[in-house]
């Protein structure tokens, strides 16, 4: 089968978007004192809403109504804490496709991922915590743990809802109060879970969120009234956090860049390998910190792993991201896609051979065709820096040690998989993998009582499971 575009169909219901407002704050949606900006469908470059950014005033004043929060949330007894969260996770769950298809259109996924994966998870997330809300005293932080005030918090554009998810549900369980900045170029579905706050009863002030760019998000983490900051983006970004809040006392979790290697052994069964390889560099177009962009293939097996990997990208189809039979959608941004096509071009000219299957791009959206390249060499700055686009770079080995090597040989530290039918050989390489989560036949796994995190430039601190409590208790 050729690879195919999907062509959008010719009607579908559409979330109204517009928006004239752009901040949530003591909970109320009110104007922000900053310029407007428009965020746009990446797959078709149209306008969806016009958003405030919001001003270093605007931000003082959502960190005031969350201060103010914080008074009567902190010390609400656990189980009525829950109930607020079991409510904003059923809700979640009753306008699962109103949340799909809007972030679908502001972020480019594929509506099936948003609904089958994004949207799903963040319920669970939401139902997890809500658990925890009543138990902090058993969770092994001390018999009275206590939360730590107002939360900062900031996520990137590639798992917009999600990571909204992460880093709320275990901040108002533990008691804090929060002001989460979005990316400026995904903010509606956060907006749209503002509105679920006030659908749910969330006393005003204890979500808060404001919208703009790097600068709102630096007087969000830099404000003298947040007491933890959480921030997931790109390492560059987490270092200046990490100066910004050094010496102030600020609890701060990092959660950065990945570079993960996804290693397959001769003895792995190989079409599940392939599809393993497929989601871990595939899924969201590649924009996933974790994703499996480095391939180590073990030299016997490389040939026809690769015969089978081209065989499979063959029958994918790329195109309208609200189409549910798409499975590559639109790059987020033009920014992000110049960068790709930068590295991509970087890779042919150290001499890595780059091969994509047969596509037609559309001619309107940002859009960059499933990449592989071979013959790539430690060295390349392919096999080294993080691409964070459809981009695989292959690379072999022979024995489980030299895989170790050539996995740990980067400055990240954030994931890993292994694919081999001998459970002692898993155990061997999850013991030497410098990486927060190794995978064992399979790959971009998740589940909301699991931790997540990462070593050396891929961050510090836990989100997930009981780890991720930790992070907003003063313990």
């Not at 108002?172 to 706050?197: R, S």
């Not at 180590?296 to 499979?312: D, K, N, P, W």
Request: glycine residues 10%.
């Amino acid at each position: 089968m050729m690879f195919e575009y999907a062509p959008a169909p010719e009607s579908r219901e559409i979330v109204d978007v517009r928006s004239s407002y752009g901040l949530f704050i003591g909970g109320e949606f009110v104007e922000g004192s900053g310029p407007s900006f428009k965020t746009i469908n990446p797959a078709t470059e149209e306008t969806l809403a016009e958003v405030a950014t919001a001003s270093d005033e605007d931000v003082d004043r959502a960190v005031r109504a969350a201060g103010k929060a914080f008074e009567t949330w902190s010390v609400l007894p656990g189980a009525e804490r829950a109930k607020y969260l079991f409510r904003i996770a059923r809700l979640v769950q009753e306008r699962s496709r109103e949340l799909a298809v809007l972030e679908s259109l502001d972020n480019g996924k594929p509506i099936r991922e948003s609904r089958d994966v994004d949207v799903p998870l963040v319920a669970a997330h939401f139902f997890y915590y809500a658990g925890w809300a009543d138990k902090l005293g058993y969770a092994g932080f001390g018999a009275d743990p206590r939360p730590l005030g107002v939360a900062g918090q900031v996520i990137p554009w590639n798992f917009p809802l999600l990571m909204l998810a992460w880093k709320i549900a275990p901040a108002l369980a533990c008691g804090n109060t929060v002001v989460l900045k979005p990316a400026e170029t995904t903010p509606l579905t956060a907006l749209l879970f503002a509105d679920i706050c006030v659908q749910a009863g969330l006393p005003a002030g204890v979500v808060n969120i404001v919208t703009g760019a790097g600068a709102t998000g630096a007087a969000v983490t830099g404000h003298p009234g947040v007491a933890k900051v959480a921030f997931t983006g790109s390492t560059e970004v987490g270092r200046l956090i990490a100066r910004q809040v050094a010496g102030t006392g600020k609890k701060l979790t990092l959660e950065l860049g990945g570079k993960a290697a996804n290693i397959v052994f001769d003895d792995a069964a190989l079409d599940q390998a392939v599809e393993g390889i497929v989601n871990g560099i595939f899924f969201n177009q590649g924009h996933v910190c974790c994703a499996g962009s480095r391939l180590l293939v073990q030299e016997s097996i490389q040939e026809e792993l690769l015969g089978a990997l081209r065989r499979r990208l063959s029958t994918l189809r790329l195109g309208d991201p609200l189409d549910k039979n798409t499975d590559i959608g639109a790059i987020n941004s033009a920014e992000q896609l110049a960068r790709i096509r930068s590295l991509s071009e970087v890779g042919e000219a150290e001499g890595a051979e780059r091969w994509s299957p047969a596509c037609e791009l559309p001619q309107r959206g940002f859009w960059f065709p499933p990449t592989v390249f071979t013959g790539v060499a430690q060295s390349h700055r392919i096999a080294r820096e993080e691409i964070f686009g459809p981009v695989l770079s292959v690379l072999s080995f022979r024995t489980p040690a030299e895989a170790v090597e050539k996995a740990n040989n980067t400055p990240y530290g954030l994931s890993a998989g292994v694919w081999t039918e001998k459970g002692s050989r898993i155990l061997w390489m999850a013991d030497r993998l410098r990486a927060g989560v190794v995978w064992a036949n399979t790959f971009n796994r998740f589940d909301p009582a699991s931790p997540f995190g990462g070593y050396k430039e891929s961050g510090y601190g836990r989100e997930g499971g009981l780890h991720g409590l930790e992070a907003y208790l003063d313990v």
